[in-house]
């Protein structure tokens, strides 16, 4: 009844032109209501500004104002869905299904711990209301409470067996189990607890510590960027200051050159037209010559030929200049000379500004740290790997201690661990420049080893200090 009558308001609070329920609802002049975005935009693709249902046309677009009833109501009807959607939330394939439902069983909310079963919102209400019931503990994922139950024994799991490290049934503490070290599970879990809050403000700590580390290299990142547009910006000025000097200078050796060829060009030219001129007197004496040899005039031959056979000294013309061809020799070789100089002092400095730079180089200063104060600059903080422990080495202090005892240590078993030997490996890798400090007490022995370095065999093959492993 209560789902026809939320269908029926469903019904009625429906915009009729988007076809779902109103959203900010206004009522027009003609008494039906519309979400307002969708009467706007109605309005706003016509002329005239009518009802989409009843067709009153209005002489002007009316003042739209939320109208708040419909709004609450269309809010309670949502609410109600939900509610509605949520109590009768039946089980599908893969969910856990209410195990006091009869017929088809609605989908499970809880489960309880105690009680071992799983239930819907409507058969939870008890564990709310019944005073014994409000003590069970209840969890959310009904799918985990197969966990606590022993596949063995399809029991209750409520106690934890310290020597094989697991939840067991009261009936396996009397089977396989019955001379193991056993405590409750709620006193183990109460003892790990405090193990993890202990764990928890060490991962605490070095979330800080990794934090400032973070920091630090950021800041790092930063004047390394600072640094480079630095670099950048006056290696650029340099260089063009540089190409600017190479043009300059190889616009004078184009000036001297062109200068010079200008030069001898003239003085060629001059010299070729005086020989020109030279050449043109002679053809006019030739003319002369033989028009004087064939008069028959005796007496005016004589008296002219005097006259016309001296000749001038003709204009002296220089051998092949070879000075001038020497100076454009010279000049080029002079260029190709400064040219070899500057490639052999690129050459030089060069390597100085490689970018080959390795990381070591960039990240770490000039120079062998001397004192403590620059070995602290590369500390790392070390921690032990009880995977590789041996079992005589007890670990404690957040696996930054490591003690020698007299008896084995219930490490579980592991490839990495050392079977022969006492001896333990960090847990960080160890890259670059690193630098750390031990405190001792008694003899203790400090390597640096490959991870790969053996774990059983003898001294020489996995001891550390005594093969090509370790040092």
Known sequence: MAQQVIELYREKLRCSICLQLLKDPVTIPCGHSYCMTCIE????EKETHSCPQCRQTFKSQPVLVKNIILGELVE??????????????????????????????????????????????????????????????LINDASKLQENICPRHDEVMKIFCRTDQQCICFLCLMDEHKDHVTVS?????AEKQKDLETNRQNVQQRIQEREKDVKVLQEEVEAISLSTDKALRQSAKMF??????????????????????????NRVKELQEKIEQEIRDLRRRDAELQQLSLTEDHLHFLKNYSSLSHLSASTNVPTYNNLTLQYFDDVTASVSRTRDKVKALLSDEWPKISVGTTKADILLPQGEPKTRHD???HSCQITLDPNTAHTLMSLSDSNRKVTLMSRNQSYPSHPDKFLEWWQVLSREGLTGRCYWE????????????YKDIGRRGTREECGFGLNDKSW
């Open 41 to 44: 935009t109605c309005w706003n």
């Open 76 to 137: 309670d009807l949502k609410a109600g869905l939900t509610s509605a959607s949520s109590g009768h939330a039946y089980a599908g394939p893969g969910d856990m299904a209410c195990d006091f439902c009869s017929g088809r069983k609605r989908k499970a909310s809880k489960s309880c711990l105690v009680c071992m079963a799983s239930y819907c919102e409507q058969h939870l209400r008890p564990h709310y209301n019944i005073a014994p019931l409000k003590k069970h503990k």
């Open 438 to 449: 031990v405190k001792c007490n008694g003899t203790v022995g400090v390597a640096v080893a």
């Open 185 to 189: 599970a709620a006193a183990e879990r």
């Open 240 to 265: 063009k200051d540089l190409i600017s000097l190479i043009e300059k200078k190889s616009s004078e050796v184009k000036q001297k050159i062109r200068s010079k060829q200008k030069c001898e060009q």
């Open 375 to 377: 070995f602290l600059k």
